[in-house]
Nanobody, 115 residues
């Protein structure tokens, strides 16, 4: 059974940094691209960044480019999202999922950026 467990969220001041983690299980992790999405209450989930299975090619939303970095550790079946220069608009629940498939989601981890 596929499980995705996000962690690493919290409260941070504007300009601060956080690193989110997503531990995957129940499938051949190294064969799948993975992605981070975020959701603000009342709005649709939006793509933050994704990373392919092969060559670890990455793709970022415009708001994430230059501030966020997605990377993976296949040995640990984990993807990460390093977030720098956080702003209040980054406040959201962050989720990981399998890239393009988006068939499984974790419970998310809440990031709050507040003065």
């Amino acid at each position: 059974q596929v499980h995705l467990v996000e962690s690493g969220g919290g409260v941070v001041h504007p300009g601060g940094s956080l690193t989110l983690s997503c531990v995957a299980s129940g499938f051949a992790f190294s064969n799948f691209g993975m992605a981070w999405y975020r959701q603000v209450a009342g709005k649709e989930k939006e793509l933050v960044a994704d990373i392919r299975a092969t060559r670890s090619e990455t793709n970022y939303a415009d708001f994430a480019t230059g501030r966020f970095t997605i990377f993976r550790d296949n040995a640990k079946s984990t993807i990460y999202l390093q977030m720098n220069s956080l702003i209040p608009d980054d406040t959201a629940v962050y989720y990981c999922t399998r890239r393009r498939l988006m068939d499984y989601w974790g419970n998310g981890t809440l990031v709050t950026v507040s003065p």
